[in-house]
């Protein structure tokens, strides 16, 4: 089993920024990629950005490409999303998720939410 806890969620203005967490614990060497997705009311949950635990290699929404940056530390089990030039159309829950051979692992979701 692998837990994932994030954290930095909040309010923030349009065009304003935030930072989240997420730590990852538990069966970690089992985990080749880790994520941040988002789920707005009424919307299906989506990608945001990914990267791979081996070569950091990352990959991103079209709607956060240039704004949003994933990284992640591998020493500390961590992966963070610096969010840049906030728009109201972020407002969701953000979840930290986790890939394995074997499954996908989900955190509890953090709320964001920019105000216009």
């Known amino acids: 089993q692998v837990q994932l806890v994030e954290s930095g969620g909040g309010l923030v203005q349009a065009g304003g920024s935030l930072r989240l967490s997420c730590a990852a614990s538990?069966?970690?060497?089992?985990?080749?990629?880790m994520g941040w997705y988002r789920q707005a009311p009424g919307k299906q949950r989506e990608l945001v950005a990914v990267?791979?635990?081996?070569?950091?290699?990352?990959n991103y929404a079209e709607s956060v490409k240039g704004r949003f940056t994933i990284s992640g530390d591998n020493a500390k089990n961590t992966v963070d999303l610096q969010m840049d030039s906030l728009k109201p159309e972020d407002t969701a829950v953000y979840y930290c998720?986790?890939?394995?051979?074997?499954?996908?692992?989900w955190g509890q979701g953090t709320q964001v939410t920019v105000s216009s």
């Open positions: 538990g069966r970690i060497f089992s985990v080749n990629a």
């Open positions: 990267i791979t635990t081996s070569s950091g290699s990352t």
């Open positions: 998720n986790a890939k394995s051979i074997y499954r996908q692992y």
